[in-house]
């Protein structure tokens, strides 16, 4: 039996645009509006409005919310001040990754997790079970909020004329609640594009009439409404992780070269605190495949599940690729053996289907914005 995909509040204003729709984990979602390298480059060097609302707020409260966290995610969530952020993961009893999150600390007892649309109900389900004994609530809060975003190196510019809130004093990782365009907000600084940017939580109620100030604040700069498919060309290049791509269950954080989201030193038990000790202890023993980027030499895109070959011998394993707007040639990310893993090695090349196509390894990120 089929279900219909949920839509965001937006929905009418995606259509109206005349986005290209597609079922993004149970969403409907825009792919695109226009031209995906437009939307791109808009992103790169001005600025680009996106519909998150696909993503899964869940909102822990009480006395214990923070041993309950400290519990059942990996990071030291308890060391997080009010009004910042934190990126962690939530992790399997075997160390396996079951989402990355964003956790924000909003008061002294009140925090809210951002899980992946893919992964929300899965989080959902586990931060539950795992408060069992904790003075402390788990709420789903998905249709409490929209999630609009701006990200670019114009989106300060564009907010400051919305809003009076202390952007400049708002810090990378950190939330304060404000009023948009006369619309409360939690406005938050932390991205997926590798630019600048914010991110407003607002009740979907109130996201259509911050879509159009937005987009009219934005005109002026050249803000222009962008779809899933440049997210995630952009959160590529930046080299950040796609849940279900770099992330996986049958991955720790340091099969993934994010050991460093693990904090051991928090006080108390956590789930998977004993095999991912194991799994630190493995990685420096003999470290798993790295996660690599590869350029290509030549114009054939690689798609993930391709294998990377050296020598005719298989070494890896592509996880994400694309065409790279900014660089101008097919990019990917990729799980290699550590022997091939150094930036420079030469003969590594993507089986592309049957033929070796040549690739320089480099170090992640493709790139980098100036500050």
Not at 64 to 90: E, P
Not at 123 to 128: E, H, I, K, N, P
Not at 267 to 277: I, S
Request: hydrophobic share 40%; charged share 20%.
């Amino acid at each position: 039996m089929s279900t219909a995909p949920r839509l965001t509040a937006l929905d009418a204003v995606h259509r109206a645009l005349g986005a290209t729709m597609t079922d993004f984990a149970g969403w409907d979602m825009p792919l695109r509006y226009g031209s995906e390298r437009d939307e791109h480059n808009a992103v790169r060097t001005k600025a680009g409005l996106f519909d998150l609302s696909h993503m899964g707020e869940i909102t822990v409260t009480g006395p214990q919310a923070a041993d309950l966290l400290n519990y059942a995610l990996v990071g030291n969530i308890g060391s997080v001040g009010v009004g910042r952020a934190r990126y962690t993961m939530i992790c399997q009893e075997d160390g396996g990754i079951l989402d990355d999150l964003i956790v924000y600390r909003l008061q002294e007892q009140e925090y809210m997790v951002v899980a992946n649309a893919s992964n929300a109900q899965t989080v959902l389900d586990a931060l539950t079970a795992r408060a069992a004994g904790f003075d402390a609530a788990v709420r789903d809060d998905r249709d409490a909020y929209a999630l609009l975003a701006v990200q670019g190196p114009e989106s300060p510019g564009i907010l400051k004329s919305l809003t009076d809130a202390d952007l400049d004093g708002l810090k990378y990782y950190a939330g304060l609640p404000g009023t948009v365009a006369g619309v409360p907000a939690l406005i938050a600084r932390t991205g997926y594009t590798g630019e600048d940017g914010f991110e407003l939580f607002v009740e979907p109620q109130h996201a259509e009439k911050l879509w159009q100030a937005l987009t009219e604040a934005g005109a002026p700069v050249g803000l222009i409404p962008c779809g899933l498919s440049c997210r995630d060309t952009l959160r590529l290049e930046a080299g950040m992780p796609l849940y279900g791509h770099e992330l996986t269950t049958s991955l720790t954080p340091f099969d993934a070269g994010l050991g460093r989201v693990v904090k051991f030193e928090k006080e108390g038990d956590f789930v998977g605190r004993e095999a991912l000790a194991a799994a630190a202890e493995r990685a420096q023993i003999a470290p798993p495949r790295k996660l690599v980027g590869l350029i290509a030499q030549g114009r054939r895109v690689p798609r993930a599940g391709m294998a990377v070959v050296a020598g005719g011998t298989v070494i890896g394993e592509v996880t994400s690729g694309a065409p790279s707007p900014t660089l101008g040639k097919p990019i990917a990310m990729a799980y290699v053996d550590a022997a091939h893993a150094a930036p420079g090695t030469e003969g590594v090349g993507v089986d592309i289907r049957g033929t070796h196509e040549p690739y320089e390894v480099v170090a992640l990120p493709f790139y980098k914005r100036q500050k």
